[in-house]
Each structure stands twice: as structure tokens, then as C-alpha cells.
């Protein structure tokens, strides 16, 4: 279970985060990472999982294996971090191992992104 403390709760946040921040995707997930604006002392990851993904029963299993894969990666999320998961339909049909292995990828990613200057220019 994801900690409360980590939980986003605000719209400006996932705006902040989906509009303002790094994306990387697989097949099964599209991560937006960003920092926050404000001293924030723990990460927040927030999940958006579309009507597209399956019904109420199917969007919520996918959301509680995600919050579960989050809370096992959230060490590696520096204070402050804004997250949020983006489930696609692939998730609906894939094993924890895809979501956890799929997640690990495009937060490492994502993270490596934000490391690297963007050109000059751009």
C-alpha cells in the first residue's frame, strides 16, 4: 500500500507533473516525473487510469498493483518529486512482473532525462 503521505492529492500537482515534467513510456504505462514547487519532504506519486484501461472492477485491480509497484520504488525518488502513472490498456491484461519491470524502466529513464541539459535552442 502506498503511504498517505506519498499520495497526490492536488489537481495542480498532476498538471505541474504531466505538463511541466519529463515523460517516458512502455506498453503498458506512460510516467511523468517533475519536481514540485514548494519544500516538499516526500515524493508524490498520483495514478490516472482511463475508462479506455477496462470497467470499475478492472481500473481498480490495476490501480491497486500499481500503488503496490510504487511503494516498492519509492526510495529511489528524491524529496519533492512529483509522479504520476498513466495506465494504458496493455496494463489491464499484464503481469505484476510486466508492471513492475515496465515501471522500473521508465522511471529510471525518466530520471536520467531530467539529469541531462536540454541543448541550447530547443
Known sequence: MLPAAHRMRRPGDFDRAVRGGVRTGKSTMV?????????EDAPSVGFVVSKAVGNAVVRN???RRMRAV????LTELAPGTLVVVRSLPA??????????????????????KRRTPRPVGR
Open 91 to 112: 496494463s489491464a491484461s499484464a503481469s505484476y512482473t510486466t508492471l513492475e519491470s515496465d515501471f522500473s524502466s521508465c522511471l529510471a529513464r525518466a530520471q536520467k
Open 31 to 39: 510516467v511523468h516525473v517533475a519536481d514540485a514547487l514548494g519544500d
Open 61 to 63: 485491480v490495476v490501480k
Open 70 to 73: 510504487v511503494a516498492e520504488h
